[in-house]
C-alpha cells in the first residue's frame, strides 16, 4: 500500500496494467529497431501504418478541442492538432522519402486492422468519454513513445552508432522538443487523475489497459509485416 501511495497517478495507472506496458514499450519490434536489426521491410510497414495512425492523431485532438470545457484546454487541443497537420506530417513524409516511399504511395495506402482497431478504439474512447478519457486513451502514443526512446538508449544492446539505420528513429523521441511534450502531457494528467474517485480511475485503468493491448498489436504487425 505504501508503495502505490508513493506513486503519482500516472504510474499508478502503469501499474494497473505493468506487464502489457512492458509488454508495449519493450516489444521485441523495439528492441530488434534499437539494435538495428530489425528487417527494412517490416521498419517501412511501419512507417506506412504510422502515416495513417498520424492522421487519425490529429482526428482525436480535433475531438480534443470539441471536448475541451475552457479556453487552456481548447487551446492545448488545438495546439496539438496544429503540430501534428502542420509539422509532424510534413516530417513524416520526409522521412519515409528517405526510405523509398514516396507521397503518392502514402496517399493510396489501405489501413490494416491493427492500425483501424486502434485508431478508432482512441476515437471511440473519447466520443463516448470525456477529455480525460481521451487523454488516457492516447498515453501510449506520446508518453509511450518518449518513455521508448529513453529506454532504448539505456540499454547495452542499442546500436547508438550511424551504423544503425534507425538510430535517426530513437534520436526523434529522445529529442528535447519531444520529450518536453511528453513531459508537459504527464503533468496535465497527473493533475487530472489526482481528482477523480477510485471507481472512475478503474474505468480509466481499462480503457488504459485497452488502448496499450493495440499498441502491443500494432508493434506486432510491424514486426511481421502484415495486417
Same mark, same amino acid.
Given at each position: ?24 514499450? $519493450?516489444?521485441?519490434? !523495439? ?17 506506412? $501504418? ?42 513524416? @513524409? ?12 502514402? &496517399? ?5 486492422? &491493427? ?6 478504439? @482512441?476515437?471511440?474512447? *473519447? ?25 532504448? @538508449? ?24 519531444? $520529450? ?11 493533475? $487530472?487523475? &489526482?481528482?477523480?474517485?477510485? &471507481? ?6 481499462? !480503457? ?13 504487425? *510491424? ?5
Amino acid at each position: 500500500m505504501t508503495y502505490l501511495q508513493d506513486l503519482t497517478p500516472l504510474q499508478r495507472l502503469q501499474q494497473s496494467c505493468q506487464a502489457e506496458w512492458q509488454a508495449y514499450t $519493450q516489444h521485441e519490434f !523495439v528492441r530488434q529497431l534499437g539494435a538495428g536489426q530489425l528487417s527494412a521491410e517490416a521498419f517501412r510497414y511501419y512507417l506506412k $501504418q504510422d502515416y495513417l495512425f498520424l492522421i487519425h492523431f490529429a482526428r482525436a485532438w480535433g475531438l480534443a478541442v470539441y471536448k475541451s470545457r475552457n479556453i487552456r484546454e481548447l487551446r492545448q487541443g488545438l495546439d496539438s492538432l496544429k503540430a501534428i497537420v502542420d509539422v509532424e506530417l510534413d516530417l513524416h @513524409v520526409t522521412y519515409c522519402d528517405s526510405w523509398g516511399i514516396s507521397e503518392d504511395e502514402l &496517399a493510396e495506402l489501405p489501413e490494416e486492422r &491493427a492500425t483501424m482497431a486502434y485508431t478508432r478504439y @482512441v476515437l471511440d474512447a *473519447g466520443n463516448r468519454g470525456d477529455l480525460l478519457d481521451l487523454h488516457v486513451a492516447l498515453v501510449p502514443c506520446l508518453i509511450g513513445y518518449a518513455e521508448i526512446g529513453s529506454w532504448l @538508449v539505456s540499454q547495452d544492446f542499442t546500436d547508438q552508432t550511424e551504423a544503425n539505420p534507425y538510430l535517426p528513429w530513437i534520436n526523434m523521441y529522445i529529442s528535447d522538443e519531444f $520529450q518536453a511534450a511528453a513531459q508537459a502531457e504527464i503533468h496535465w494528467l497527473n493533475q $487530472q487523475l &489526482a481528482d477523480v474517485s477510485p &471507481a472512475r480511475f478503474q474505468q480509466l485503468c481499462a !480503457v488504459f489497459k485497452d488502448a496499450t493491448r493495440l499498441e502491443i498489436d500494432f508493434w506486432q504487425a *510491424g514486426l511481421e509485416g502484415k495486417a
